[in-house]
């Protein structure tokens, strides 16, 4: 569906993009994860056909954007950062604006735009001015403005911040909908949680470059950091612990009445461990599974943490 080819971005001394590349399938909801500042809008822009890379190519179904930008501009969504409505306007009448601009018109237009508002849960507020809206509310329309025209490829660009909890859950629901009928998204966030929930794929993004890309579990698994499992226990016999630590050798730490254990595969683990605690009659008060996530993958790949 879409293939990027070492972007490059300058602007004057500050490097944007440094040689990005990246594949995303049809029906993929791929996400671009890096804090402010680490290119993810520049790659939006580039790829959507807002700005021009300083060298590199993009692909839509092997055809080159430089060369078919028209052709390209008719498949693409884009959600920006920046809310792009008129205030002065109200629901439908900027849904209206921006249709038109798409070559929509008519029965098919408004019954599109009746469509995506009740998507998005903003039917009864419709012929309401944009400015009388929410923060989220003129998220959603922004939303909306970009599936008019049945996009096959939608770039969402930080869709969610600076929104009340209600709308963002929405949002994620509209999303998933999206995703369900097989719609392309490219979806930006520096928000771990997001990408968690939303994203086929991840890309890791920093200074420009993507510092690693995969599934969360390829992502987790190209990771040295472990899973930790906590075993917490009441009242147990010092001796019968030490005998499990060192049954276990190096993964198990004794830390008074906890055992903790370092892995790969907790889902394999674990159940011999509670088998080896039960043998030994040891009575397991509590378990906690601390998983390795976005957040800590981050962190060891740009020793920083990604709200920085």
């Not at 490059?8 to 402010?36: M, Q, R």
């Not at 520096?190 to 794929?201: K, T």
Request: proline share 3%; glycine share 6%; aromatic share 6%.
């Amino acid at each position: 569906m879409l293939k990027a080819s070492k972007l490059s971005k300058s602007y004057k001394d500050i490097k944007a993009l440094s040689e990005i590349s990246l594949e995303v399938k049809k029906g993929e909801l791929y996400g671009l994860l890096g804090p402010n500042g680490a290119g993810k809008s520049t790659c939006i822009n580039i790829l959507s056909s807002l700005i021009k890379p300083d060298s590199g190519e993009v692909f839509y179904d092997g055809k080159s954007l430089a060369k078919n930008q028209k052709h390209c501009r008719k498949i693409l969504g884009v959600v920006p950062q920046e809310i792009a409505l008129y205030e002065d306007l109200s629901a439908v009448e900027n849904l209206v604006f921006w249709g038109k601009l798409y070559g929509k018109k008519g029965k098919v237009l408004n019954t599109k735009i009746d469509e995506l508002l009740h998507m998005l849960g903003l039917y009864d507020r419709r012929k309401h001015k944009v400015k009388t809206y929410s923060g989220g509310m003129k998220r959603r329309i922004n939303i909306a403005a970009a599936l008019l025209h049945d996009p096959e490829i939608v770039f969402m660009d930080e869709p969610t911040v600076g929104i009340d909890p209600q709308s963002r859950n929405l949002i994620f629901e509209v999303i998933e909908e999206l995703h369900t009928r097989g719609l392309t998204m490219i979806y930006t966030t520096h928000y771990m949680e997001e990408a968690e929930r939303l994203c086929d794929r991840i890309g890791i993004i920093d200074e420009g470059k993507i510092l690693s890309e995969g599934t969360l579990a390829d992502l987790r698994k190209a990771s040295s950091i472990k899973e930790e499992i906590h075993l917490q226990f009441s009242n147990p016999e010092k001796n019968e612990l030490t005998t499990l630590t060192q049954k276990h050798q190096h993964n198990l730490i004794l830390n008074e009445h906890e055992l903790i254990l370092s892995s790969n595969q907790s889902d394999v683990d674990l159940p011999v461990l509670i088998q080896d605690c039960l043998s030994s009659q040891l009575k397991i008060e509590n378990i906690n599974i601390s998983n390795v996530n976005l957040e800590s993958i981050f962190l060891e790949l740009t020793g920083k943490s990604l709200r920085d």
